[in-house]
């Protein structure tokens, strides 16, 4: 099995890479984990420019010597190559599953949206970093892998699915990008947010015209909120009330998030 | 003239109050400047709760007695009284003016959507804290009172406009909320937003299905940009990709936003 990483959103570093090569070597020895260069190219806030970036994910993307894409880290960015690499991609492309989060919503989304590969919602390669012993990025490769059941998140229930972190979804609300998500259990996460924005983002949520016909939302980790304040509702407060506006159920807290407990979530009935 | 000033999202102090109708009665003897005492509660984040918030702006909408509906400050809070106030205002309402900014984009752009009363963006009491020597809330004044054109943002043409702060519209987007905006100018500023936010709500301007048919886009200011790294795009590059994703001309800067320079723009033709 062979998995490319490519950086959509910003760069890793090439000790990052390595140390996942090398996690990848002994934990999954079968598996060739191959970095693109671009992963480390820097070009303002991005792993180089819109074309580069797009190049590289339609290089190895497109490639039938690949199973799977592994976005190496969210940041900012993969939105604004959508236009130029979902009309190019081919049955190879179709033929991939593709794994990340944060950011990459915008790309699981999209992919999503137009029924091309395979999307799921787990840790990246940055996730390396982590002082969880290799948890989390083993998590995503026994996925990608054995497709290993223990790294699902946990309410998985066999109704189709989809994960994004809010602001990725609420950018992504209004727009064709957007998947059709009717019957699914949506699962969101949020980091670095104060409450009164993930008030805001729901706001969006709870009267999308797009999201009518869920079939309930889920609420994962909240990390890393800014000091700003007594808002004066919890978190499970908010969710009910735009839930509520949305007229689906909120079901309750998950495990995904920007953290080492992010469990992974397929897209679709998984 | 009666003008009622209100808070749907956070308070004012009562100096502050005090100090705008100080300021119009010096300015302006023959307006009676009428703040509800809802301005100066505090639940939480909000001026009030959910329910008082609503309840001091159906008073003065629909209270023939007011001309129009001065909004104390933003912050936010002003799109969770949405569902509950715009059923219930009656013709009254739909006879007065409603001038505001910032998170008062939510009430501006559900009231003219619904096309009741005359939406205008323009200073609010809270600005009388500015150095401008009352540059600003008169501004807003003149305007209510006189009609005075030379309070009016330079560039309108005599095209319909409408004016948002950027992640209020990026909120509205994808939702019914949001006015139809065909054939208008639409005016954008931002505050205490990093250039990625900046650019990755334009994305979602510049995606959203809802906004084909615009005549146009002008960039209001752009202030208190926390420092996050180079980004690799002037403001001007931003705002011309995604106007050009939208199929929209960039029509250049414009002077709103929350500085003093926050000119006058009424909603459609003026």
């Known amino acids: 099995m062979r998995i490319g990483i490519v950086a959509p959103a910003r760069a890793i ?15 999954f020895p079968q598996v060739d984990v191959v970095v693109h260069p671009q992963c480390f190219l820097e070009a303002g806030h991005f792993a180089g420019t819109d074309a580069q970036r797009a190049a590289a994910f339609l290089e190895f993307a497109n490639d039938p010597g690949f199973d ?36 990459m919503g915008f790309l699981l989304g999209a992919l999503y949206a137009r029924r091309i590969g395979r999307q799921v919602h787990g840790p990246m390669p940055i996730d390396v970093g982590r002082s969880d012993g290799g948890a989390s990025v083993g998590r995503a490769l ?10 699902l998140e946990p309410n998985l229930d066999g109704r189709p699915a989809a994960a994004f972190n809010l602001a990725i979804l609420e950018a992504l609300v209004g727009t064709p ?56 509702e919890t978190l499970d407060e908010i969710m009910t009330r735009w839930a509520g506006v949305l007229g689906v159920p909120y079901l309750g807290r998950a495990a995904i998030g920007h953290a080492a407990g992010n469990m992974v979530v397929p897209f679709g009935a998984g």
Chains 1, 2 share one sequence.
């Not at 000790?15 to 934990?27: C, D, K, M, S, Y």
């Not at 592994?70 to 179709?94: D, E, H, K, M």
């Not at 026994?142 to 790294?151: E, F, G, I, K, T």
């Not at 104060?194 to 994962?220: C, E, K, P, S, W």
Request: negative net charge; aromatic residues 10%.
């Open 13 to 27: 570093t090439p000790e990052a890479a390595a140390r996942v090569q090398a996690f990848a070597a002994i934990t």
């Open 68 to 103: 799977a894409i592994w976005f190496a880290r969210g940041g900012y960015g993969s939105n604004r190559i959508l236009g130029t690499v979902l009309p190019q991609l081919n049955r190879a492309a179709a033929a991939k599953a593709y794994l990340g989060y944060s950011d």
């Open 142 to 151: 026994a996925w990608l892998v054995n497709r290993d059941a223990h790294v």
């Open 177 to 232: 990008w957007l998947p059709d998500l009717t019957d699914h259990v949506l699962y969101v996460e949020e980091v670095s947010e104060a409450i009164y924005r993930i008030d805001r983002m729901m706001f969006t949520v709870g009267n999308a015209t797009q999201l009518h016909g869920l079939a309930g939302i889920r609420l994962g980790q909240v990390t890393d909120v800014p000091e700003n304040g007594e808002f004066g």
